[in-house]
């Protein structure tokens, strides 16, 4: 029996992602022979930064910039992921052209995270952060309270800081979240918090709705098939969060970031396979992996 293969129609960029590179593809196509700088990978997946590249999108980093000889005829694109406020006063300072890029999901909680250290320093309070440390994401949340947050990735990292006095619990707490982790890895940080907090915690959710959307999904489509093909770059963390996800429902899981990886022996004749990805996989690299797969001749 051939192997039945089905993408998951909810996989793929997300809105900002989609957003970022939709722009960077339309200077680059109505400037030709020019270059775009992306502080930072405009996206997690190594074959889509490939293929921007190719088009003349370079990432760079902040001392990168510092060696381009004529910053003002050059433009520079702030990806999705956002950045603290030096970055712009640095851009500023040396006079290249900005293409913000930042998700209005991340604009809007940038702004939460000001507004409740605004509300919470006079009172000695904390603002929490549940996120990946060294995110860019994260630093650029770290950014907008000049760096006066506590970061926290899991569990084990909560209970840590609690017991150090990173963390206190007799002020006022309010705790954030990155906008890509996962909603009930979440729960879990802000309810240890609230049995513990003594002064009152405000909890937001910060989750982006699609983001949490897609878990839900995702988990139903897991368990809907017999094998699962998770497509996302190395160093993508929602794509660690999804595929840890479709792993803990289906221990048939597997992960790849480009389709030559995928392994005929995982398959059995008959298998109902389903490709999926992260919130940075672009679409046609989950084609192409389809492809690969029912192409096998299982």
């Known amino acids: 029996m051939a192997l039945e293969v089905e ?107 000001r507004e409740a250290w605004e509300r919470l320093h006079p009172q000695g309070g904390q603002v929490i952060i549940f996120g990946k440390v060294g995110h860019a994401e994260v630093l650029g949340l770290l950014g907008q309270v000049g760096g006066d947050a506590v970061v926290v990735e899991d569990l084990g990292m909560l209970l840590e800081a609690l017991q150090e006095g990173e963390i206190r619990t007799d002020v006022p707490l309010e705790i954030f979240s990155q906008t890509t982790k996962s909603p009930s890895e979440y729960s879990g940080i802000c309810d240890e918090l609230s049995r513990r907090a ?46 840890d996800l479709c792993k803990s429902i289906n221990p048939r899981t597997y992960h790849i970031s480009a389709p030559d990886e995928t392994d005929p022996s995982w398959f059995r004749p008959g298998d109902r396979v389903g490709i999926c990805g992260a919130t940075s996989t672009p679409r046609w690299l989950l084609e192409d992996a389809a492809g690969h797969v029912a192409g096998m001749g299982i």
């Open 198 to 243: 003594q002064a009152g915690i405000k909890v937001h959710r910060t989750i982006c709705s699609q983001v949490a959307s897609r878990h839900e999904q995702l988990s139903e489509f897991a368990a809907a098939h017999d094998i699962i093909i998770f497509v996302s770059g190395v160093s993508s963390s929602n794509g660690k969060v999804l595929y």
């Open 7 to 113: 993408i998951d129609k909810y996989s793929g960029f997300c809105g900002g992602v989609i957003r970022a590179i939709s722009r960077a593809e339309r200077f680059l196509a109505t400037t030709p022979g020019s270059r775009l700088y992306s502080l930072g990978a405009i996206v997690h997946n190594e074959a889509e930064l490939k293929r921007l590249g190719e088009k003349g999108l370079v990432t760079v980093t902040l001392e990168d910039l510092r060696g381009i000889e004529n910053p003002g005829s050059e433009t520079l694109l702030i990806r999705a992921h956002g950045e603290p406020p030096e970055t712009y006063s640095y851009a500023e300072s040396i006079g290249i052209n900005l293409i913000d890029c930042t998700c209005p999901v991340v604009l809007k909680l940038q702004k939460s995270i």
